[in-house]
């Protein structure tokens, strides 16, 4: 049976690339130690070095002639991807110059093309020829180095267009923004004459006057409920985000807590001048650190929970950041424990989030990442709220820093160095280390109690009674 002729064609097409890639991969692989067989020829020069230049000749043709048809394909493959760049280039910014810079690029690019071309269509007489003679550098180098010239000038003549689009950009702005100042001042002029029309009902007509009062205070008490409407959309708006959504409500914290606290409780009695220091931190106007110091962890806690519940009584503003059930299963970061603090002043403060200047909007939340981000916002919070306190539990505290007190100290230095106003910190003493502890305690920046003879830890405890053991 006859094979066709297109099957035979395709074997000899396939044979004849593997010799080509095979041959090809040889004069590579020569020429790669061609520095090490001139120096091996020149043992019997008037032997060897006459084959070995027509060798090394060839070798350089075959490979020369691989390196145009891989360049070619290359150069080919990266003007398509280029040409509709400043395709684009050229709708975007059609200025003169933009467009003779494409036209030379069209160009070049043709000419390119055509000599390209000319090259695929010739002989395999032709390549063996041109591979010696007209290698890439002296047939192609030049016209694919213009092409790219000419691509440069495009993208910088798109930038420079770029930048004209900022400068008309910012005209545009600061011509909006002397219309607004001419727009102000004309608010300005007419809030002047307002007063002296004002001014003028109030001496010369009495009924007029009364009236006006009594338009004046309906348009307060619009604004008020404006304000309060907006403030109530502005809370919902903040507390409807997702972010809040893997965060416990204070409620179920200090609920978890109070029950953990019901299943034992401690009695806790302070000595006299532990109760005069807590009158005085208390008292006291600027930040101030106060440490449960006690051997006992249950103690702390449980102080730390009838400190919230007295301060909760007196209605003062508390925040805290307490245990939950199962937080020992939930991943928790520091800055978890700052939006804890931030959900809960949010919270704290409903009907004062619109007082400030600068009150904090839903993109600041969305945006904050970092730590010093979170205790920002914490500020600006707390700046409506002239005495606060922040309950810090040491179990939570553990828990989040991975029993690392380096990160606690960071919580505790954020939020007394860059809270302002009157914040009161309360944690325990084993959360910190003694001499971080000493050092505030020194600068009076720090008040440390003591509750459950926690002055009393090196004592010796009560050896147990022998057990009697009975023989039946």
Same mark, same amino acid.
């Given at each position: 049976?006859?094979?066709?002729?297109?099957?035979?064609?395709?074997?000899?097409?396939?044979?004849?690339?593997?010799?080509?890639?095979?041959?090809?991969?040889?004069?590579?692989?020569?020429?790669?130690?061609?520095?090490?067989?001139?120096?091996?020829?020149?043992?019997?020069?008037?032997?060897?070095?006459?084959?070995?230049?027509?060798?090394?000749?060839?070798?350089?043709?075959?490979?020369?002639?691989?390196?145009?048809?891989?360049?070619?394909?290359?150069?080919?493959?990266?003007?398509?991807?280029?040409?509709?760049?400043?395709?684009?280039?050229?709708?975007?910014?059609?200025?003169?110059?933009?467009?003779?810079?494409? %036209?030379? $690029?069209?160009?070049?690019? /043709? +000419?390119?093309? *055509? &000599?390209?071309?000319? #090259?695929?269509?010739?002989?395999?007489?032709?390549?063996?020829?041109?591979?010696?003679?007209?290698?890439?550098?002296?047939?192609?180098?030049?016209?694919?180095?213009?092409?790219?010239?000419?691509?440069?000038?495009?993208?910088?003549?798109?930038?420079?267009?770029?930048?004209?689009?900022?400068?008309?950009?910012?005209?545009?702005?600061?011509?909006?923004?002397?219309?607004?100042?001419?727009?102000?001042?004309?608010?300005?002029?007419?809030?002047?004459?307002?007063?002296?029309?004002?001014?003028?009902?109030?001496?010369?007509?009495?009924?007029?006057?009364n009236s006006i009062l009594c338009?004046?205070?309906?348009?307060?008490?619009?604004?008020?409920?404006?304000? %309060?409407? $907006?403030?109530?959309?502005? /809370? +919902?708006?903040? *507390? &409807?985000?997702?972010? #809040?959504?893997?965060?416990?409500?204070?409620?179920?914290?200090?609920?978890?807590?109070?029950?953990?606290?019901?299943?034992?409780?401690?009695c806790i009695r302070l000595p006299?001048?532990?109760?005069?220091?807590?009158?005085?931190?208390?008292?006291?106007?600027?930040?101030?650190?106060?440490?449960?110091?006690?051997?006992?962890?249950?103690?702390?806690?449980?102080?730390?929970?009838?400190?919230?519940?007295?301060?909760?009584?007196?209605?003062?503003?508390?925040?805290?950041?307490?245990?939950?059930?199962?937080?020992?299963?939930?991943?928790?970061?520091?800055?978890?424990?700052?939006?804890?603090?931030?959900?809960?002043?949010?919270?704290?403060?409903?009907?004062?989030?619109?007082?400030?200047?600068?009150?904090?909007?839903?993109?600041?939340?969305?945006?904050?990442?970092?730590?010093?981000?979170?205790?920002?916002?914490?500020?600006?919070?707390?700046?409506?709220?002239?005495?606060?306190?922040?309950?810090?539990?040491?179990?939570?505290?553990?828990?989040?820093?991975?029993?690392?007190?380096?990160?606690?100290?960071?919580?505790?230095?954020?939020?007394?160095?860059?809270?302002?106003?009157?914040?009161?910190?309360?944690?325990?003493?084993?959360?910190?280390?003694?001499?971080?502890?000493?050092?505030?305690?020194?600068?009076?920046?720090?008040?440390?109690?003591?509750?459950?003879?926690?002055?009393?830890?090196?004592?010796?405890?009560?050896?147990?009674?022998?057990?009697?053991?009975?023989?039946?």
């Amino acid at each position: 049976m006859a094979t066709p002729p297109s099957k035979l064609t395709a074997a000899t097409n396939k044979s004849a690339a593997k010799a080509r890639h095979w041959l090809t991969g040889l004069s590579e692989k020569l020429l790669f130690y061609g520095n090490i067989f001139d120096v091996m020829a020149q043992h019997h020069p008037e032997y060897v070095s006459l084959a070995w230049g027509t060798f090394k000749f060839l070798f350089i043709a075959i490979t020369n002639h691989a390196e145009t048809a891989s360049k070619l394909g290359k150069s080919i493959s990266l003007i398509a991807d280029l040409l509709p760049q400043h395709s684009l280039h050229l709708i975007l910014y059609p200025t003169s110059q933009m467009q003779t810079c494409v %036209a030379r $690029l069209y160009a070049h690019v /043709l +000419n390119f093309f *055509l &000599s390209s071309l000319k #090259w695929y269509k010739d002989s395999r007489a032709s390549h063996v020829l041109k591979s010696i003679f007209q290698p890439w550098d002296v047939k192609f180098r030049h016209e694919y180095e213009a092409i790219a010239a000419e691509a440069q000038q495009i993208g910088r003549l798109a930038d420079v267009g770029l930048k004209a689009e900022v400068r008309d950009t910012r005209l545009e702005i600061a011509q909006g923004t002397r219309r607004w100042e001419s727009v102000r001042q004309e608010m300005n002029d007419l809030k002047a004459e307002n007063r002296r029309l004002a001014t003028m009902f109030t001496t010369h007509f009495g009924a007029m006057e009364n009236s006006i009062l009594c338009m004046q205070k309906e348009i307060h008490l619009d604004l008020a409920s404006q304000r %309060a409407t $907006l403030s109530r959309v502005h /809370l +919902n708006q903040m *507390l &409807s985000l997702p972010l #809040w959504n893997s965060l416990p409500t204070s409620g179920e914290s200090l609920q978890f807590c109070r029950s953990m606290r019901r299943r034992r409780r401690e009695c806790i009695r302070l000595p006299l001048p532990d109760v005069e220091k807590l009158e005085t931190w208390a008292s006291r106007r600027d930040n101030t650190l106060l440490l449960i110091d006690t051997y006992r962890p249950l103690v702390a806690k449980t102080f730390m929970l009838d400190l919230i519940d007295l301060i909760l009584d007196n209605r003062l503003p508390i925040i805290w950041a307490l245990r939950y059930a199962n937080y020992w299963d939930q991943y928790m970061s520091v800055t978890d424990v700052i939006r804890m603090l931030v959900l809960q002043t949010i919270q704290v403060g409903a009907d004062r989030l619109l007082d400030g200047p600068f009150p904090v909007t839903v993109e600041q939340l969305r945006e904050a990442a970092s730590l010093n981000d979170w205790v920002a916002i914490l500020n600006q919070l707390l700046c409506n709220i002239s005495h606060a306190f922040i309950i810090l539990d040491p179990d939570f505290l553990a828990h989040v820093t991975a029993h690392e007190r380096s990160q606690s100290l960071e919580i505790l230095d954020a939020l007394r160095l860059k809270l302002s106003g009157s914040i009161k910190i309360v944690t325990a003493a084993s959360s910190v280390s003694r001499a971080y502890a000493d050092e505030l305690e020194d600068m009076s920046i720090c008040v440390k109690i003591q509750t459950g003879d926690a002055g009393d830890w090196r004592r010796p405890r009560r050896p147990r009674r022998p057990m009697v053991r009975f023989r039946r």
